[in-house]
């Protein structure tokens, strides 16, 4: 197993082992993620898509019963949304809008601006000798009108570093947005969210700035350059969505080096939240009570961290069944045997986890 720290290893094992070994339920009070959020004024939530709203009731009252805040894993992307120039579709969004406001939940929006997931007539578009701005800000005009006054907040920009594309300040240089407009479409995107939906707070979003590894470290350094670059232009930014997904049987986790970037975060003024939480689990322990032992290690020694900021407004994960995780089908991630990846709070029959019980308490334990 990768050596996470011993601290955060102990104090997750002794929970997760427990309920792993058959022990008793090691949990707090709360009766739901939601509750234990809400007793420390923060908010817990997952991804959902829409089918799941169409087909699948019972895991939909999970999602009711354990979130009080949503976001779409795929619904509100530029492709689904506009894969045709002109009229913006947003049919399956609004399914997943209509959920949370009938079950009061809060809704985020995720994303305005990718490198991926784009139609082919927008990457076209940007490669033309001058490409029209209004490719970038007619979507973040279009669906921010359209869900003003229902969006907590919105992943303005994401996935906006890739320092192995070598760029002297880490950028992703390959990103279509970045060819066409240069570095100055993240700050043209924030302004004009900030512009169509002033009251919505916006984040910027990145991965792989969570483990010990010198790539994310890189990555790290990358993500507060930029971060900088935008606080010192007045760009309109309010929060930094750090994705956290985990890969605690490839790389190591260090507290120490993770929690410098939280507070040189927190330092710039933003808020923070855990956007897109699960732990890729291929790798770990054929034996599954204790790889679910360990996801709920490495899941409590990284949520501490975030919780011990005063920025953290709360932790979304990347869904909330291993029924449903975009782990057990992407092909770096993926169980070669075909069973599912563990990564999330609840089994695939809905049943709680020590991954689950790992964020409960480190709700539990924040100050
Ligand atoms: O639902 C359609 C189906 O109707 C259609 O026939 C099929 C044709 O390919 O596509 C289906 O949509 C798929 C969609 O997930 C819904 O399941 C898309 O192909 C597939 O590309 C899409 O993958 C999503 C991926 O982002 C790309 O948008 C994953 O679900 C989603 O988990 C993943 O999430 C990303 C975050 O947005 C950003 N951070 C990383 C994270 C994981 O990659």
Redesign the pocket.
Known sequence: MTEISRRAFMSGLGTAGLLAAGGTEARGAQASLKASAEAKGLLYGA?I?S?QIQNDQPFMQAVTAECNIVVH??EL?R??VQSEPGKLNFYLPDMVAAYARSNEKKLRG??LV?Y??NPQWIVDGLKARNPDPALLTGYIDGACAHYRGRIHSWDVV??GVEPAEGHPDGLRIQSPWYQAFGAEYIDIAFRAARAADPDALLFY?E?SVEMASAMNERRRTAVLKLLERLKSRNVPIDAFGI?G?LKPFVNRFDERKFARFVEEVQGLGLKIMVT?LDVADRWGPNDIAKRDAQVGAVTRAFLDVTMASPAMLGVLT??LSDKYS?LSS?PEYKWPDGQLSRGLPLDAQLVRKPMYTAIAEAFDARK
């Open positions: 991804a898509k089918s894993e795929w992307k492709n689904p995720h994303t990718w991926y997931d994401n996935e979003c991965y994705q997904h897109e990347w869904g975009w992407y």
